[in-house]
């Protein structure tokens, strides 16, 4: 029996068109609902850590983010306020707390320098991510890395080296500051540069400008300038 046949046999056969959009329909809805994860699929479970440290106006804050997201605020006061977010994540409530319970993470001081670091402990792999966040005095000396995530900085005015593997670096500086720039990434500047010198420095700079040592290796470097 051919297609022809089947469209004037009677009863539910001639309605065999139906079959081949119906099965495949099947198909697409068994692959997303079982194979795509959507938006509500993953729980997420939170947790907050809250640290302060009296700090000089010229120390250094060294954060090693194994992955996440870095963000800086400059200020005027002299104390480090300094707070990370630990995300785990999970299909079930309970896969979200183990993967939570694996990120571990450390805030110490030696001297005026303050040192954050972040880490996952050996186990099943995860989608959880630490989320460091600070305040610092406008002349403090950073050194950031993180393994995979943005770094924002803004209104600091003292060297800074940051380093992501995969993600963006944006500096929001104040209108009229120099500094010296190095680094790797695509570059985009609101700042005026001479790139006749190495480094890279802004028109006028003096030689003991700060430094800024800026590595998006997958990004985007900005140099944003603002008026206070």
Do not use: C
């Amino acid at each position: 029996m051919n297609l022809a046949d089947l469209d004037l046999a009677p009863g539910y056969r001639r309605f065999w068109w139906v079959l081949p959009p119906a099965g495949m329909a099947i198909v697409l809805f068994t692959v997303l609902r079982f194979f795509v994860p959507g938006d509500g699929d993953t729980l997420v479970v939170t947790e907050r850590i809250n640290q302060t440290f009296p700090m000089r106006t010229t120390g250094t804050v060294r954060v090693e983010n194994f992955t996440g997201d870095i963000s800086i605020m400059g200020q005027r006061d002299t104390t480090v306020l300094a707070t990370i977010v630990r995300e785990g994540r999970g299909d079930t409530e309970r896969e979200a707390y183990d993967d939570l319970t694996r990120l571990e993470s450390r805030m110490e001081r030696q001297g005026d320098t303050i040192t954050i670091r972040t880490w996952r402990e050996p186990g099943p792999a995860g989608l959880g991510r630490p989320t460091v966040q600070l305040t610092v005095p406008y002349g403090t000396r950073l050194e950031l890395v993180t393994g995979q995530g943005n770094i924002v900085v803004n209104w600091v005015r003292g060297p800074i080296a940051a380093t992501t593997s995969s993600g963006d670096i944006t500096l929001t500086l104040a209108a009229g500051q120099h500094f010296l720039l190095d680094g790797s990434g695509k570059l985009n500047s609101e700042f005026e540069l001479d790139s006749t010198m190495a480094p890279v420095r802004t028109v006028g700079a003096p030689a003991d400008a700060p430094h800024l040592d800026l590595n998006a290796m997958r990004g985007t470097v900005r140099l944003q300038k603002r008026t206070p």
